[in-house]
C-alpha cells in the first residue's frame, strides 16, 4: 500500500510505493492498527519535490548556485571577487585557491597601516626581498618577519631569493671533502700576504701562515698561574716537580748512570781495568798523578813546541832561544846594544830634542816653560813652539785667541782623555758620529742635555739644536718632559694638559731620567696629555708599578689602546703590609710574629711564622683593603703547615663566619662556601697559594682574615703558646683569580716605554687618556720625537730647582736602562746655580757629579762627557761660582772627561747684567744670553 491519493465514492484511493525504493518506509502500527510512514531525508532530490524548498522552509528558493547565494546574500568565492571597502569578510573552514593562477591573500605597499589587529599580515614591497611580511603581533604593533628562521635540525640551508624561497637543503650524509683547489695550498689559494675577505690564506714554510696573516700579540696580555708540576707563571714557569715528586740529588766525583721518574740520580763509581805498561809509573819521569815531569825530557822543549828551546832560566830579552836581541832585531823608538838594556830614542818616531830654555821636560816627563811646570799660564810663545802630537808638529799658527782670552787649538787628534791647553778633553765618539754625517751623511748623533732650569727652559738648548740640526740634519727634537715644572717643550713640539696632573720633583729618589715626573689618578675628566709633532717614531716613557692605573693612547684621532701600568699585579692591601704580618691586626697569636727558620716560596728568608698564643678563643690575624661595590675579588696568602695545619679565610665583606678551610698536610680544600671560588696551588717546599675569590656586594673597606685551627677543625679552641704555622706573601686583587703576587712594601716600579712607530714623515697628534687610576695612578717621565732621518737630536733633560744630587740618588738599574735607551754620543752636565742658592759645597756636588757620570758610562760606556759649571749670577751664597767650576775641573781632569767654563765670555754680574744677558731675576738667561752661551759652546767645541 502506498501513500493515499483521494476518495472515490465510498473507497478510498492509495499510490503504490515502488518496491525497494529507499525514499520512504511504510509500517503498520499493530496495536492502533494505524499506518506510519517516514520519509528518508538523506536520500530525496530536487526531482523529489514537488518544487523548491524556499528560504522560509529552510531551502534556497534556487535551483543553481548563483541563485541560491543571491536568496541567501552569500557572496561567491570567485578569485575575481571583488569586496566593499571597510567590510569583512569571514570563513570558516579552509580557503583553497589550488585552481588559480595567482594568489595575492594580504595587502601589498610600501607604508605599513597605522592600525592594526593581531593576526594581520602585510606584504611591504619595498624591503629586502625575501623579507617582506609584517605581522601585527598585537594591536597596532607591526613585527618583521625574522631572517633566516628556516631549516631544520640537522640540516645545512641553502638560501635561493628571498627569505627560504627555493631553498635547497644538504643533509650531513650528503657533505664530500673539500675541493682541494680550495684548500691551503690549493691553486685558489690567494698569492698574497695580504687578509681580505673570503680570502684563503697563503701558506708559509711548513705549512704555516705566511707573514701578514698573523695578528700582532704586541702589547700587554694576562699572564696564567702554572699548575701541577709546574709553578710561577706562564710563559716562563718553574719546575717545582717531576712527575709529583720533588726533584733532587747529584753524583760528587761519580757518574750519573740512571735518573728516576723524579729526576733522582742513581751514582756510580767508574773503574776501568786498563794498564799501560809502556810508561813507569816511578813518580820521576811520570808522577803518581800520571804526570810527564822535566825529569823525563831528553832535552829542551823546542819554541815551535810552545817550550822555551833552553833547558835553563831565561833572563834578558830573548827571541824564543837563550840569546837576546840584537840592536837590529828591536825596532821603533827603542834601541838596545844586545843586553838587558833598552833606550827610548825617539818620541812617536820623532827625535827628542835637545833641552831648550823655552821647552824642556823635567824628570817626571812634564812640560816645563823655563823652571816651572806648565800650568794655566806657564806657556809664553817665544818662537816656534816644537810640540809634537801624533798628528805632527803643531805650530804657533795652530793656536790662536778666540778673542775671548780663550786659547783655540785647531790641531784635536789626541787620544781620549788628553786635556788640551784650554782645558778641553777630546771627544771621540762625539766627533766620529759628526764626520761620519759630514763625510757619509749617515747616522744619528745624540746629544743629552743634563741639568736644571738652564737646561729646561730652552735658552741655552733651542740655540744648539737649531745650530747643529741645520748644518748637520735634522734627526727630530728627541726626548722631552712631560712635565709642566718650569717646562718649554723643544721646537716644534706641541705639549698641552687637560685634567688634573701632579708634578713632583725627586729630591730623594729619582724614578726617570729626569728628576721629576707628573702622576694623575683623574679619570673623571679625565686626566690626559696631547703631544703635536713632525715624527716618524714617538716613543712614551712611563712607570709600570704595582696597583698602577691604565691609559689609552690615540694617534691622529684613530681608536684607542690601552696600556696597563701594572703588569706586574695588584695588591690592595695596604703599603707595608702584604708580607710584614707585624702591623696586622692581631687576636689570640703572639706579638710580633717571628722571622720563620724556612725557606720562602721564592727562595728567599722572608717568611714568617704565626704563633698562638695560650687563650681559649680565635687565632688569628687580619688586615682590610677598599673595593667597589659589585667588583669581583681575591684574598690569597701562601701557607706551610708547622704544628697547625689547618686555616681558615673570612672575608668580611658578608659577615659569613668561614669563607674556605685548607688541609696543608693533606693538600686539599675541606670547605668552600656556596658561591665563592676556593683554590689551592702548591708552589713547592711545602708551600700553597691558597685563595677565595668573591663578589663584594656592598662594597668599601673589607676586612681578610687568616685563622688557625686545631686538629678537630675548631675556629675557637686553647692554644698551646708554641704552635703555629708558616706565612707568606699576604695579598687582596681584583679579580677571581689570584694576580702575580706583588710585596707592596717592597715593589720597584720598572721603567718602561712605548714604541710607535712606521709613522709617515709629517706632522702627528698622540693623545695620551687616564682611563683607570689604580691606587698608584699613572706616572709618565717623558717622550720621544724622533724622525727616520740622519743628523742630530738634542735630549733635552732638565727639572727647575734641581741640584745634582737629585739624579745621583736614582734607582741606577732602571735609571741607566732610560739612558741607555737614548743611545747618547755626547753628555753635557750643567749644574752649580741651585747648589750655590741652597749653600752645598762645592766637594758634595762633585760627588754627586761622579755618581752620575758613572752611572752614565754604566749605561752608555762610549759617550763623551763634558762638565759645564755656572757663570757668576746675581745671587750671593756661602761659596763662590769660581770654586764650584774649579771643584768641577778637578774632577774632569781625574776622569778624564770634558770640561768647558763659560767664566770669561760672561765676566762678573754687573757687567753681563747689564748688556742684557740677564733675566730681572738674576738667575736665568734672556734669549740673548742663551745665544751667547751657546755660541760659546760651539766655538769651544773647535770643529763646529
Not at 710584614?580 to 728567599?604: E, N, R, Y
Amino acid at each position: 500500500m502506498g501513500p493515499f491519493d483521494g476518495l472515490t465514492g465510498a473507497n478510498l484511493g492509495f499510490r503504490n510505493i515502488a518496491p525497494g525504493s529507499g525514499k520512504v518506509s511504510v509500517s503498520l502500527d499493530g496495536v492502533n492498527k494505524l499506518i506510519s510512514l517516514d520519509a528518508v531525508e538523506s536520500a530525496f532530490t530536487l526531482s523529489n519535490l514537488g518544487g523548491t524548498l524556499g528560504v522560509g522552509q529552510g531551502g534556497t528558493g534556487a535551483t543553481a548556485a548563483a541563485g541560491a547565494r543571491s536568496n541567501l546574500a552569500v557572496p561567491g568565492l570567485s578569485v575575481s571577487n571583488t569586496y566593499a571597502s571597510g567590510t569583512t569578510q569571514t570563513f570558516a573552514g579552509a580557503l583553497v585557491a589550488a585552481g588559480s593562477d595567482r594568489t595575492a591573500p594580504i595587502k601589498t605597499g610600501t607604508t605599513l597601516p597605522a592600525s592594526c589587529t593581531q593576526g594581520d599580515v602585510y606584504f611591504k614591497s619595498d624591503e629586502t626581498a625575501g623579507q617582506n611580511l609584517y605581522f601585527c603581533t598585537a594591536t597596532n604593533t607591526w613585527t618583521k618577519m625574522a631572517a633566516g628562521v628556516c631549516g631544520s635540525s640537522g640540516q645545512i640551508m641553502v638560501n635561493g631569493s628571498g627569505a627560504c624561497a627555493g631553498e635547497s637543503q644538504i643533509t650531513t650524509s650528503q657533505l664530500v671533502a673539500h675541493a682541494a683547489t680550495h684548500q691551503n695550498g690549493g691553486t685558489d689559494e690567494i698569492s698574497t700576504a695580504t687578509p681580505a675577505a673570503n680570502a684563503i690564506p697563503k701558506a708559509g714554510t711548513g705549512g704555516t701562515l705566511a707573514a701578514g696573516w698573523i695578528p700582532d700579540l704586541s702589547g700587554t696580555y694576562s699572564t696564567k698561574t702554572a699548575g701541577g708540576d709546574l709553578s710561577g707563571s706562564l710563559p716562563s714557569p718553574t719546575v717545582a716537580k717531576v712527575n709529583g715528586n720533588t726533584p733532587g740529588g747529584s753524583c760528587t766525583n761519580k757518574a750519573v748512570t740512571g735518573l728516576s721518574t723524579s729526576a733522582v740520580p742513581t751514582c756510580t763509581t767508574l773503574t776501568s781495568a786498563y794498564t799501560d805498561s809502556s810508561i813507569a809509573h816511578t813518580g820521576v819521569d811520570v808522577n803518581s798523578s800520571y804526570q810527564v815531569t822535566a825529569t823525563h825530557l831528553a832535552a829542551a822543549l823546542p819554541v815551535a813546541q810552545g817550550g822555551t828551546g833552553t833547558m835553563s832560566t831565561l833572563t834578558g830579552l830573548v827571541r824564543g832561544n837563550s840569546s837576546a836581541m840584537t840592536a837590529g832585531e828591536l825596532t821603533g823608538d827603542a834601541v838596545t846594544s844586545g843586553s838587558n838594556s833598552v833606550s827610548v830614542v825617539k818620541m812617536n818616531g820623532g827625535a827628542v830634542p835637545a833641552s831648550q830654555a823655552s821647552l824642556a821636560t823635567n824628570a817626571s816627563g812634564q812640560i816645563v816653560a823655563g823652571n816651572s811646570v806648565l800650568g794655566a799660564s806657564g806657556l809664553t810663545s817665544v818662537g816656534a813652539l816644537p810640540m809634537v802630537t801624533s798628528a805632527g808638529a803643531m805650530g804657533p799658527s795652530a793656536i790662536s785667541d778666540d778673542g775671548t782670552a780663550n786659547v783655540t787649538v785647531t790641531n784635536r787628534a789626541l787620544a781620549v782623555g788628553t786635556t788640551l791647553l784650554d782645558g778641553r778633553a777630546i771627544l771621540r765618539n762625539w766627533d766620529a758620529c759628526i764626520a761620519g754625517l759630514q763625510v757619509n751623511g749617515s747616522g744619528v748623533c745624540n746629544w743629552l742635555w743634563l741639568g736644571d732650569s738652564w737646561t729646561n727652559n730652552g735658552m741655552i738648548t733651542e740655540q744648539v739644536r737649531s745650530y747643529l740640526q741645520t748644518t748637520y740634519g735634522n734627526a727630530g727634537p728627541g726626548y722631552f718632559t712631560l712635565d709642566t715644572w718650569y717646562n718649554t717643550p723643544p721646537t716644534g713640539v706641541g705639549l698641552t694638559s687637560a685634567g688634573t696632573w701632579t708634578d713632583t720633583i725627586d729630591t730623594s729618589s729619582a724614578l726617570g731620567i729626569q728628576a721629576a715626573h707628573t702622576v694623575s689618578t683623574d679619570t673623571a675628566t679625565p686626566a690626559s696629555k696631547t703631544i703635536t709633532a713632525t715624527m716618524t717614531t714617538f716613543v712614551l716613557h712611563y712607570y709600570a708599578q704595582p696597583n698602577g692605573g691604565s691609559f689609552t693612547y690615540n694617534v691622529d684621532g684613530a681608536g684607542a689602546i690601552t696600556v696597563s701600568t701594572a703588569p706586574a699585579g695588584v695588591n690592595l692591601l695596604p703599603s707595608g703590609t702584604s708580607n710584614t704580618f707585624t702591623s696586622w691586626t692581631q687576636s689570640g697569636v703572639l706579638t710580633p710574629a717571628t722571622t720563620a727558620a724556612t725557606t720562602d716560596p721564592f727562595g728567599g728568608n722572608n717568611a714568617w711564622k704565626v704563633t698562638e698564643d695560650t687563650s681559649n678563643g680565635y687565632h688569628r690575624l687580619w688586615e682590610s683593603s677598599t673595593r667597589v661595590a659589585g667588583g669581583k675579588y681575591t684574598f690569597s696568602i701562601y701557607l706551610k703547615a708547622a704544628e697547625r695545619t689547618i686555616a681558615s679565610f673570612v672575608d668580611g665583606q658578608d659577615g659569613s663566619s668561614s669563607s674556605g678551610r685548607f688541609n696543608l698536610a693533606l693538600g686539599t680544600i675541606t670547605t668552600c662556601r656556596t658561591g665563592l671560588t676556593c683554590a689551592m696551588q702548591p708552589v713547592g717546599n711545602g708551600w700553597y697559594r691558597c685563595s677565595v675569590a668573591f663578589t663584594d656586594t656592598p662594597g668599601g673597606s673589607h676586612t681578610s682574615t687568616l685563622r688557625l685551627m686545631d686538629a678537630g677543625s675548631n675556629v675557637s679552641y686553647q692554644g698551646t703558646g708554641t704552635s703555629g704555622m708558616y706565612v707568606y706573601g699576604g695579598q687582596a686583587n681584583p679579580g677571581s683569580t689570584p694576580m702575580t703576587y706583588v710585596d707592596a712594601s717592597s715593589a720597584v716600579p720598572t721603567y718602561s716605554r712605548l714604541v710607535l712607530s712606521g709613522l709617515t714623515n709629517a706632522s702627528h697628534t698622540v693623545v695620551l687618556t687616564v682611563t683607570a687610576a689604580g691606587s698608584a695612578g699613572v706616572t709618565l717621565m717623558g717622550a720621544e720625537a724622533n724622525l727616520d732621518a740622519a743628523g742630530v737630536r738634542l735630549q733635552k733633560i732638565g727639572t727647575s730647582g734641581a741640584t745634582a744630587s737629585y739624579y745621583s740618588v736614582v734607582n741606577a738599574a732602571n735609571w741607566e736602562t732610560g739612558i741607555a735607551s737614548l743611545s747618547p754620543s755626547l753628555v753635557v752636565l750643567m749644574f752649580g746655580a741651585n747648589e750655590l742658592q741652597q749653600n752645598i759645597t762645592p766637594a758634595a756636588q762633585a760627588s754627586s757629579l761622579a755618581t752620575i757620570i758613572a752611572n752614565i758610562q754604566a749605561a752608555a760606556p762610549n759617550a763623551d762627557v763634558i762638565l759645564i759649571p755656572p757663570v757668576d749670577i746675581g745671587v750671593t751664597g756661602t761659596y763662590t761660582v769660581s770654586a764650584y767650576a774649579a771643584a768641577q775641573q778637578a774632577l774632569a781632569q781625574s776622569l778624564g772627561i770634558g770640561f768647558m767654563s763659560m767664566d770669561k765670555r760672561f765676566g762678573l754680574y754687573a757687567g753681563s747684567n747689564a748688556r742684557g744677558l740677564f733675566n730681572t731675576d738674576k738667575i736665568h738667561f734672556t734669549a740673548t744670553g742663551g745665544k751667547v752661551f751657546a755660541n760659546g759652546l760651539l766655538r769651544w767645541l773647535g770643529s763646529f
